[in-house]
């Protein structure tokens, strides 16, 4: 079963970029039946969709985000990245990435486990 | 922007039936998702594309999808069942989470 695991900072500074990795085991960032994506959840908030990318780095984001948002992979390591300019204290939140299935609709079939980061003034 | 509506919270007796609804109007057209998460976790899929539950989801989680609402309902509630869940729609290639609902199993 594919297995997704958060990395990066827990604390950025206000102003300064956000920038997290997502390691995928298990399957693979170059299977074209899937895309990958990263969801946040500011604290006792709900889940705010940021975007997702496929193995041919064609991007969609969230059209609130999408002037600070930027996507990435790196097949050769089997990883995708978030980075998040400008970051502010609203961006405080747990941030998950997410494999997304693709069959008629999208949706996110296997979840990391979040990595919590901090914006800090 | 697209909306998704659904009741802040929940509750139903042990053994009982649930039924978490996420409403919009014509949602009917749309596949919708479903997640559940416990405090402290990750969200897990339960339902997609309306009523399709994935891999090692019990049988007592079903969905159905019709007019202006979806609905998640759990049969034969039990302790480990509650949980928020969140509906989710992909439309015009965006994605959409309803606010979330809490479920309080008495």
């Known amino acids: 079963q594919v297995q997704l695991q958060e990395s990066g900072p827990g604390l950025v500074k206000a102003s300064e970029t956000l920038s997290l990795t997502c390691t995928v085991s298990?399957?693979?960032?170059?299977?074209?039946?899937?895309?990958w994506s990263w969801i946040r959840q500011p604290p006792g908030e709900g889940l705010e969709w940021i975007g997702y990318?496929?193995?041919?780095?064609?991007?969609t984001y969230n059209p609130s985000l999408m002037s600070r948002v930027t996507m990435s992979v790196d097949t050769s390591k089997n990883q995708f990245s978030l980075k998040l300019t400008s970051v502010t204290a609203a961006d405080t939140a747990v941030y998950y990435c997410?494999?997304?299935?693709?069959?008629?609709?999208?949706?996110?079939?296997?979840w990391g486990q979040g990595t919590l980061v901090t914006v800090s003034s | 922007s697209y909306e998704l509506t659904q009741p802040l919270s929940v509750s139903v007796a042990l053994g009982q039936t649930a039924r978490i609804t996420c409403g919009r109007n014509n949602i009917g057209r749309k596949n919708v998702h479903w997640y559940q998460q416990k405090p402290g976790q990750a969200p897990v899929l339960v339902i997609y594309r309306d009523t399709n539950r994935p891999s090692g989801i019990p049988e007592r989680f079903s969905g159905s999808n019709s007019g202006n609402t979806a609905t998640l309902t759990i049969s034969r509630a039990q302790a480990g069942d509650e949980a928020d869940y969140y509906c989710q729609v992909w439309d015009t290639s965006t994605v959409v989470f309803g606010g979330g609902t809490k479920l309080s199993v008495l």
């Open positions: 997410a494999r997304v299935g693709t069959d008629y609709s999208y949706y996110f079939d296997q």
């Open positions: 298990g399957g693979s960032v170059s299977s074209g039946s899937y895309y």
């Open positions: 990318i496929s193995y041919t780095e064609s991007t």
